[in-house]
């Protein structure tokens, strides 16, 4: 399955539903392109809601944290929600949850935003 | 699964496209083998990766290059091998994905994947003069026949 990706404005932030796979060739680069058009329209906080995405390789691994170095060189945040539990397991074998900030809900996530 | 498809060659070009009919062409097998969703999602994803190792760095993209996927079952085990037609490389020379310093990159995860959800990864010089990686499952309790029907 292709990835989607439907970006939605709550406040100041930036929330991308994401489904499908995020994986090398039309995933990652749809994830990357996201990502960039965001920071370059000006956004700075950016939350991914991964609950539609049960699949991520390496290369979508390599976007996610991409995508968060952009954000933060931008003086942005990136953070992800709702992972479903293969991609949590991926992130906690990666050790992506010690860079990564993964917040536990939407509502948390919002608040989280400085 | 018959005894006669014990051991299956398959011959794929150096194409993005390939990394997806690898992967379909192992999970069907180790489906048919009697692996459970899970086990089946992370054999998929370790044939993903070392198709994108031998498309990426082994071949570096040169569509005259071929990648080969070879699938075997010995008794006990589900053997994958996806060699490329590349110069090879060391599993020592690979930089850790977990080291601090390596956490943000963008790419260098895929063996460490591997490795992660098989039960044993190997790198040894392929037929073609490149790398081959060979990937090894053990087979589930239940396994549909393919190791006991080369013993019979």
């Given amino acids: 399955m292709l990835l989607q990706g439907t970006c939605r404005e709550v406040g100041e932030v930036a929330v991308v539903d994401f489904s499908g796979k995020i994986t090398l060739g039309e995933g990652s680069a749809t994830l990357r392109h996201t990502i960039r058009e965001l920071i370059q329209a000006g956004r700075r906080k950016i939350l991914l809601n991964l609950e539609d995405v049960d699949y991520i390789d390496s290369a979508g691994l390599g976007e996610l944290a991409g995508g968060c170095m952009a954000a933060r060189k931008a003086g942005g945040e990136l953070k992800l929600v709702n992972l479903t539990r293969r991609v949590s397991d991926l992130l906690q074998i990666a050790r992506l949850f010690s860079v990564f900030d993964v917040q536990a809900d939407e509502a948390a996530a919002l608040r989280s935003f400085r | ?152």
């Fill in chain 2, 1 to 152: 699964m018959a005894a006669a498809t014990q051991r299956m060659e398959v011959t794929l070009a150096t194409a993005l496209e390939s990394v997806d009919l690898a992967e379909s062409i192992v999970t069907r097998v180790a489906k048919t083998a009697g692996f459970d969703e899970e086990e089946v999602h992370k054999l998929g994803i370790a044939v993903r990766e070392g198709v994108v190792n031998a498309y990426n760095y082994g071949n570096q993209q040169d569509p005259r290059k071929k990648i080969h996927l070879e699938i075997e079952f010995e008794p006990e085990r589900m053997i994958v091998h996806v060699a490329d037609e590349g110069t090879g490389f060391e599993l020592g020379e690979v930089p850790d994905p977990l080291a601090e310093e390596n956490l943000m990159r963008t790419s260098g995860r895929g063996l460490f994947l591997m490795r992660a959800f098989l039960d044993e990864l190997t790198v040894r010089r392929g037929a073609a003069g490149g790398a081959e990686l060979v990937m090894s499952k053990k087979l589930p309790r239940n396994a549909a026949g393919h190791g006991r029907a080369r013993d019979e």
